[in-house]
């Protein structure tokens, strides 16, 4: 089976302007959750789609919002960029059973915020 | 909100001596994953524990979960250069919301 993508790999945007990411999870996974990594404040929870629905929310302000599609494919949008968020975002698929499942990641997309 | 932190958070081993990393709770856990991030790459799913003293192997990998679920370890026999990187806890609280333990990061001096 082919891994969990993620596009675009790498991303500059300048304070300000907004930006969508987009995560293909493996096949057959239904929940696909995204997490930002930043050298200071680890891997952190931003939230969860499963069958098109928000299931899961962490705790990030209302400037990053996310959508999953039919065929389980997700975006997630980031409005306003503020320079601290600069991170590696990271989505994970997983089956999406109830209690933990084993997640899958992706390989990532790197913003930049100048 | 829940924390899990780990320790330590950098640690430096010459190759094939030991090493290991815990993780800890101020709450119950309901159960923990271990993940490995390579540098520069992205985390890979090691192992999940789920019962309350649960121990378990992979190669020279040995994991635990603590008696109280509240803190967990990993440990590694006998370091090898491809051991390098960073290991994560995982705690779940509710279903797929995972919450990431600050991280270790090892380094094996050839």
């Known amino acids: 089976k082919a891994g969990v993508t993620q596009t675009p790999r790498y991303l500059i945007k300048t304070r300000g302007q907004q930006v969508t990411l987009s995560c293909s999870p493996i096949?057959?996974?239904?929940?696909v959750s995204w997490y930002q990594q930043t050298p200071g404040q680890g891997l952190q929870f931003l939230f969860e789609y499963f069958s098109e629905t928000q299931r899961n929310k962490g705790n990030f302000p209302g400037r990053f919002s996310g959508r999953q599609f039919s065929n389980s494919r997700s975006e997630m949008n980031v409005s306003t960029l503020e320079l601290g968020d600069s991170a590696l975002y990271l989505c994970?698929?997983?089956?999406?059973?109830?209690?933990?499942?084993?997640?899958?990641f992706g390989p990532g997309t790197r913003l930049t915020v100048l | 909100g829940q924390q899990v932190m780990q320790i330590p958070q950098y640690q430096h081993v010459q190759e094939g001596e030991d090493f290991t990393t815990y993780c800890n709770s101020s709450t119950t856990l309901s159960n923990i994953q271990w993940y490995k991030q390579r540098p520069g790459g992205h985390p890979v799913f090691l192992i999940q524990l789920v019962k309350s003293g649960e121990v378990k192997k992979q190669k020279r990998l040995t994991f635990q979960f603590g008696e109280a679920k509240k803190n967990s370890s990993l440990h590694i026999t006998a370091t090898q250069t491809t051991d390098v990187g960073t290991y994560f806890c995982a705690d779940s609280n509710t279903g797929n919301q995972f919450y990431f333990g600050t991280g270790t990061s090892l380094t094996v001096i050839p």
């Open positions: 994970a698929s997983s089956l999406g059973r109830q209690g933990a499942d084993t997640q899958y």
């Open positions: 096949s057959g996974h239904r929940s």
